[in-house]
């Protein structure tokens, strides 16, 4: 066990991985930085810890552009430190926070405060969302300059639970943030057509009498943010598409050139509303659970490249938010430590998407949309900052809420079987999950 | 037979069974002493998240006639409001050892919660939720259909008193109105098609959900070409909640003199109707909207009378559940 005295951090030796999914070789870790990759079997261990990987797939470290962590206001559903320890669970090395805090991220103090908390925490990079309106409401922009100025260096705005609908403030919102390459994240939902929502609107809503969420709603207002980002020469980024209509608006802009990127979650990538039918409010996510049909265009399009990410919208709640009245409960499910199962499951086994397609769309693509790509999201290469996953692609597991890192409960998938499971991961070369199971800092070198 | 959540859940042996149990609770109900002993020694809690005097009155009435001791929990403190949660309600009731739980509520689906969450194990009536369902009244249209019409039909079993053990095979429904926000048609939909009738749904565009052509009726915009070409034998006038015509550029029809021009059964409109046609109407009206009060007080209509219904359905519906045949436990109805 040998210990780097500039870093602190143990050296390791992964042992017959698989970078990308491709052929075994042994990685050497140290110094926090991807130090060497060999021929399997040749590495040196003498002194390393060894992470027997063979079979296993190494993964950049993931990084999430959409998580909620709660903190401030909501410690009592997730904080910074449980949040992204979830997500090391789960094999990110950065997330994004989003930005409905109480108080609202709309500052250079509340995102300078998530910055510090996620670096004290120290499981994974935490990158503040910061929201474009003051207080979300949608009437004045934020101070987005102060925002990006500030230590904790904000590049992506939004105002994700609502969305900034009104086009004059969108229009200016997406001029101002390209005096830093900041983007705007939009949540995609136009409120009118959603007063009272419950869920998709179609056929099972009409059945099951919940008030629906048509798609157009979530299509009216992609379509006329493609059309100010390409008339004003700006990014976009659309958080959590949800229907085929979106893929196809998506599709339509990226033909024209329009620089827009676009997000799906796991649970868009599986779950349809017809899980409304047992009225269990775990089912109750902003935008809806949608149709099989919008699965599986969500799917082609996550395949061809028009969805670009795949990002949690990781959102716990607490117990008595979700057991209650459908109508009565909050929006949102956990997702940091099912995402990578589930797009392995959707994506990977179904073979749509190759690991290294993986690693593009749950690491590389969010990193540079996030403009954090200078340490995250980057090629398994000596030299790198050794942020890493190691993947047991063979392994299967069965969700329990209750076992989870995460603060909350609320994942969809409890009693599910996924397949996958994230053995190891590396933050900047420290270990913050080893054998499937979290390593709390300083821990490791006494091993 | 363990809840009664929705009229979707009956088989058609089902719901001609709790039928002419209600036929039987009916013909107690002429007695002098209307009061059955059945039910002695049960407790039947009405939990009400939302008002309904009306309903509550019938299952209160339905419960007394047969001998339960009655609890009436008025629990509008929803956990919107910060009131006591649904869960602690239900434990609540399962403390005091309810054996039947009749829930009226505002969200669609809480009596499948109630039912299926684990916090109670009495049974479960569903006395209307949300936009979604109301059972007990479907039964009690169904049947008060079944005693006027049933031998119009091909379902009459040679021509019983009420149409005892018939279904409603080759009858035509019409249900007018608010079909969007109403738990009364979605029962109605799925226990009339149960029942062998054909039913068109007649509305304004705006007040049909999305989804509607996948559920077992037709759709009509037009009520005079229903009651011309299609010729109901029951018109089911749904009311119309005044909430539905304000709100500016979210209102459903342009006003109440619209609505009435084109869906509400005036004198004209009922003249038009069949000889033996019958017009239902769930209540509360709302007499010169979707309704006139010709229509409403013509000898056609048998308003009055589904409310004396309501009250035999409700007690059949009880009965089966808290008195039924223990062999049938655990099987949903």
Known sequence: MSTDPTTGTTTYVLRGARPLGGDAVDVVLAGGVVAEITAAGTARVDGATVVEAADHVLLPGLVDLHTHLREPGREDAETVASGTRAAAVGGFTAVHAMANTSPVADTAGVVEQVHRLGEQAGWADVHPVGAVTVGLDGVRLAELGAMADSAARVRVFSDDGRCVHDPVLMRRALEYVKAFDGVVAQHAQEPRLTEGAQMNEGVVSSQVGLAGWPAVAEEAIIARDVLLAEHVGSRLHVCHLSTAGSVEIVRWAKSRGIDVTAEVTPHHLVLTDELARTYDPTYKVNPPLRTAADVEAVRQGLADGTIDIVATDHAPHTREDKDCEWGAAAFGMTGLETALSVVQQTMVDTGLLSWADVARVLSANPARIGRVEATQGRPIAVGEPANLTLVDPAATRTIDGADQATASANTPFRGHELPGRVVATFLRGRATVLDGAPVEAGVVGAR | ?333
């Open chain 2, 1 to 333: 037979m363990k809840h009664l959540l929705s009229t979707a859940d009956l088989s058609k042996q089902e719901a001609v069974g709790l039928l002419d149990t209600a036929a039987q609770m009916a013909a107690t109900q002429s007695r002098e002493i209307k009061k059955l002993p059945t039910l002695r020694g049960r407790t039947v809690v009405n939990l009400f998240f939302e008002d309904s005097t009306r309903t509550r009155i019938s299952f209160e009435t339905a419960a007394k006639r047969l001998s339960a001791d009655v609890i009436n929990f008025s629990a509008k403190g929803s956990s919107v409001s910060k009131g006591e949660s649904l869960k602690d309600t239900a434990l609540t009731l399962h403390a005091m050892g309810a054996d039947a739980v009749v829930v009226r509520h505002w969200a669609s689906g809480a009596p499948y919660q109630l039912a299926h969450a684990g916090w109670l194990d009495a049974a479960v009536l569903n006395a209307g939720d949300g936009t979604h369902m109301h059972p007990t009244q479907a039964l009690l249209d169904a049947y008060t259909i079944r005693r006027h019409l049933a031998v119009r039909g091909s379902g009459l079993p040679g021509g019983a008193a009420d149409g005892v053990g018939a279904d409603l095979a080759g009858l035509r429904v019409a249900i007018v109105g608010d079909v969007l926000h109403s738990r009364v048609a979605r029962a109605n939909v799925a226990l009339l098609r149960t029942l062998g009738a054909e039913v068109t749904l007649v509305a304004p565009p705006t007040l049909v959900p999305v989804g509607v052509e996948t559920w077992p009726c037709r759709t009509s915009y037009d009520l005079d070409a229903t009651l011309d070409d299609w010729r109901p034998d029951a018109v089911m006038m749904l009311r119309v909640q005044r909430e539905r015509m304000s709100g500016g550029a979210g209102a459903f029809f342009p006003s109440p003199l619209e609505y009435s021009r084109y869906y509400g059964l005036d004198a004209r409109r009922l003249a038009r109707l069949a000889d033996h046609a019958i017009v239902m109407h769930p209540g509360p009206m709302n007499r010169g909207l979707e309704i006139s009060a010709e229509a409403a007080d013509s000898d056609k209509a048998v308003i009055v009378e589904q409310v004396a219904n309501g009250i035999a359905v409700r007690m059949a519906a009880l009965y089966l559940l808290m008195a039924g045949d223990s062999s049938a436990e655990g099987n949903d109805l």
